[in-house]
């Protein structure tokens, strides 16, 4: 991995979400995480909903809104409309223009992504280096999911190695195997989230098959690439020891020594009412470590090395 050359000077432009300065939890040491939009999966959990389209979107805030429905009149596309006391927004009218951002007197309406060009993000990266060597951290790359940028990502990772810069990928590893292969080789980690062991209830609770993912990590492994498989532990979903028993199966077969466990939390649940969208578990307690240490246990057991 990170043997992937850069032909030419990059000028492709991606539409990121956020960009998170001193990360440590996506990587080794002191990271920034670029985080870009459009992902094909639809977990019912997702802390990010902001990033399933992979369009620039439009925010509502009610309580910021002082209602006088300017945003209404204003609007060239007729994309905003009123519907039971709520602004709602129509993304296939939308033409991303953002005059009724600008002209909110409230401040209620927010723009969520902007366009940005490999050299702007790169630049804001390399602000941190010395953080990187220091810590032996770098640029972790996320979203969404970044399979589906692959051209952007591809620029960008490239961007970042030149200028000698560690790179991470997270990703579902849910993309054709050309086009999964061609962007993970540009990286020195994979991050590789694993839903579900079980290819229906990874349907329901995604909206596609794990059959994909798990071909994607199973060739990753047989290259020898560095691979951290992580397992978000949903609550009611994928928590059970039966599935701590049915997750280790799957990382067998794949070749995998280690995989990281990530408790639940509910940092994205008020994402949600800002996008008018219905969150699946809304007050659903949040996991803690303590809460798995059983379900850690069933990994250690099956010869698995698992950590948070």
């Not at 492709?12 to 985080?35: A, C, L, W």
């Not at 602000?127 to 591809?154: H, I, K, M």
């Not at 701590?244 to 990530?262: D, I, N, Y």
Request: overall charge negative; hydrophobic content about 35%; proline content about 6%.
């Amino acid at each position: 991995m990170g043997d992937c050359k850069m032909n030419q000077l990059p000028t492709e432009e991606g539409i990121v979400f956020n960009i998170q300065k001193f990360s440590i939890n996506d990587g080794p040491g002191i990271r920034t995480t670029v985080f870009l939009k459009g992902c094909p999966l639809r977990c019912r959990w997702c802390a990010n909903p902001e990033s399933q389209s992979p369009r620039i979107q439009i925010l509502w805030d009610s309580r910021q809104c002082c209602h006088c429905h300017h945003c209404l009149a204003i609007c060239p596309e007729q994309a905003l409309s009123l519907c039971g006391g709520r602004i709602r927004l129509a993304m296939d009218k939308c033409s991303g223009c953002q005059k009724c951002v600008a002209e909110c007197p409230a401040k209620a309406l927010t723009a969520e992504g902007q366009k940005k060009s490999v050299e702007e993000i790169l630049q804001i990266c390399l602000q941190d280096r010395d953080f990187y060597e220091e810590s032996q951290g770098g640029v972790t790359l996320s979203g969404g999911e970044v399979l589906s940028s692959p051209d952007f990502a591809v620029a960008l990772l490239q961007a970042l190695q030149a200028a000698g810069i560690h790179t991470a990928l997270e990703t579902s590893g849910c993309a054709p195997a050309a086009v999964f292969e061609r962007v993970a080789r540009c990286a020195d980690l994979l991050l590789f989230d694993m839903k579900h062991w079980d290819p229906q209830k990874h349907i329901d609770g995604t909206g596609v098959s794990n059959e994909l993912p798990l071909w994607n990590m199973k060739a990753a492994f047989s290259r020898g690439w560095d691979i951290l498989p992580r397992i978000p532990v949903i609550p009611g979903y994928n928590d059970q020891l039966i599935d701590a028993a049915g997750f280790s199966q799957r990382l067998k077969e794949v070749g995998a020594p280690r995989v990281q466990l990530l408790p639940f939390h509910q940092f994205g649940q008020n994402k949600y009412q800002l996008l008018g969208r219905e969150y699946a578990y809304e007050n659903v307690p949040a996991l803690h470590k303590e809460d798995l240490l059983d379900y850690q246990k069933v990994f250690w057991q099956q010869g698995i090395e698992a950590s948070f």
